[in-house]
């Protein structure tokens, strides 16, 4: 046999390999499953699991609320099992203890280091522990403010439903909102967490009339206190991004696409289009809730004259690594608009003069710009909230809506 042919038939061998190995069957029992991060001070942030077998192929599935975030699945050998979440960079290393039972750690990609934390999950039990069914009530919508460490104070809306002593809903900050929260009320205490690959946190509290008090868990170390009552006519002002004065509301910028070719705001496919810049970066999960949408949304109208621009800020400059988590959301919510990598981190106090000088301050992620068809700015969003937020979400997608087609429509 050749050389050229042995190469090309080890090559097929090991790829016939790697191929059973990541789609082995894992001997896991199938259901619903409480997994956990442990925290340094003792604290866990429960979430759950969920296990099928599909033929040979084992899922995982992360589950809050009605979210069902499929994850992708490596076996790495007869019990050492990788989990990676579908876009973030993020992970989990874990050992088949048995059956019933894994253990190992979960990992999170940061700007400077990753984020390790030990992480278990079992068939035997469930999110949070069972009990007794009191008179409290949670739902409905909630002033909080949650104190740090430092004893500054901030605030945030807690939207909460509920189903017997089933709670499920989401808290609004100023930058964002939690996604999807998932927890029970137990006579007058209230359990309420989530994870979705990056956040991580769970809410413990005790209810009183109209009244809540507890603490906030948050990641490997975080702690906050809150409070929240009753208030239905409770608002958030949104951080102000805008046009610094004097400026004519024409952005002049170009950057590199995931392939890397420069794609300016001047080119030809942008002219005479309503143009929606999304300000953000594959490390947000609020981001992937707005790509879900906006990526549908241009689907249906980019024959309306519609396009949209993602302009990406990452954890590094690391230009190689910025694309393959990008990519990931391109893959995940199939994406057929550019997405660009800016070469800026999010975290550069320098970020907005180094890619949009036209602005005043890009302050939170995401963020959506609106050009109408001569190119200059005619809307700035700050306060995306997503689809876990219930009405506020029902809102932005009126509002936004609204805008496109006045717009359109000139």
């Not at 700007?111 to 009990?131: E, H, I, W």
């Not at 009753?230 to 958030?236: A, H, W």
């Not at 949009?356 to 909230?385: E, R």
Request: proline share 3%; hydrophobic share 35%.
């Amino acid at each position: 046999m050749s050389t050229k042919n042995m190469v090309k038939y080890t090559f097929l061998a090991v790829l016939t390999a790697f191929s059973l190995i990541c789609n082995a069957q894992i001997n896991l029992q199938q259901g619903k499953w409480k997994a956990a991060l442990h925290r340094t001070d003792g604290k866990e942030i429960p979430f759950e699991l969920k296990i099928q077998t599909q033929g040979k192929t084992t899922i995982f599935y992360v589950v809050n609320d009605t979210e069902q975030l499929k994850t992708e699945i490596s076996k790495i050998s007869k019990d050492s099992v990788l989990i990676k979440m579908p876009v973030f960079e993020s992970s989990f290393r874990v050992k088949i203890i048995n059956k019933d039972s894994i253990s190992g750690v979960w990992v999170k990609g940061g700007s400077v280091k990753d984020l390790v934390m030990p992480f278990s999950a079992t068939s035997k039990d469930s999110r949070f522990p069972k009990g007794s069914a009191g008179n409290a009530s949670v739902k409905g919508k909630w002033k909080i403010e949650f104190t740090r460490a430092d004893q500054s104070v901030r605030l945030a809306i807690g939207e909460f439903t509920q189903n017997g002593q089933k709670v499920g809903g989401s808290v609004l900050t100023p930058s964002g909102d939690y996604r999807y929260l998932d927890g029970r009320i137990i006579g007058d205490s209230l359990m309420i967490s989530t994870f979705d690959g990056i956040h991580a946190l769970v809410f413990s509290a005790k209810i009183k009339g109209d009244t809540i008090k507890g603490t906030l868990y948050s990641g490997a170390t975080s702690l906050e206190k809150w409070t929240a009552v009753k208030d239905l006519n409770v608002k958030l002002e949104a951080p102000v991004t805008a046009l610094k004065e004097g400026e004519s509301g024409r952005l002049d910028f170009s950057f590199k696409d995931l392939e890397g070719n420069v794609v300016s705001i001047n080119d030809q496919r942008f002219k005479d289009k309503v143009v929606v810049l999304q300000l953000m970066g594959s490390w947000c999960p609020n981001c992937m809730d707005e790509m879900a949408f906006l990526s549908d949304y241009y689907r249906k109208n980019k024959n309306r004259g519609v396009e949209v621009i993602a302009l990406a800020y990452e954890l590094s400059t690391d230009e190689a690594r910025s694309r393959k988590s990008l990519q990931k959301f391109q893959q995940q919510f199939k994406v057929e608009y550019p997405m660009l990598i800016t070469g800026v981190t999010a975290g550069d106090p320098e970020k907005t003069q180094k890619t949009l000088p036209q602005l005043n301050a890009i302050k939170v992620f995401p963020t959506s710009i609106i050009l109408d068809k001569k190119g200059l700015v005619n809307h700035i969003n700050t306060s995306f909230y997503g689809p876990g937020t219930g009405e506020y979400y029902v809102q932005y997608k009126k509002e936004f809506e609204e805008v496109m087609n006045s717009l359109l429509s000139k």
